[in-house]
């Protein structure tokens, strides 16, 4: 599992709330919060 605020790499990570997927593109993106519903947890889909 992954927080906001972490780096943890490009791909494709999946709210743990709501379901909402963020793409980082870039190894040195930081995890947002949720743009959906604000949740700060996501797990790695892609």
């Not at 040195?28 to 519903?37: K, M």
């Amino acid at each position: 599992m992954y927080t906001t605020g972490q780096k943890p790499g490009k791909g494709q990570y999946q709210c743990t709330k709501c379901g909402e997927i963020v793409v980082l593109d870039d190894d040195t993106d930081t995890l947002p919060p949720c743009p959906r519903c604000n949740n700060t947890t996501y797990n790695k889909v892609g």
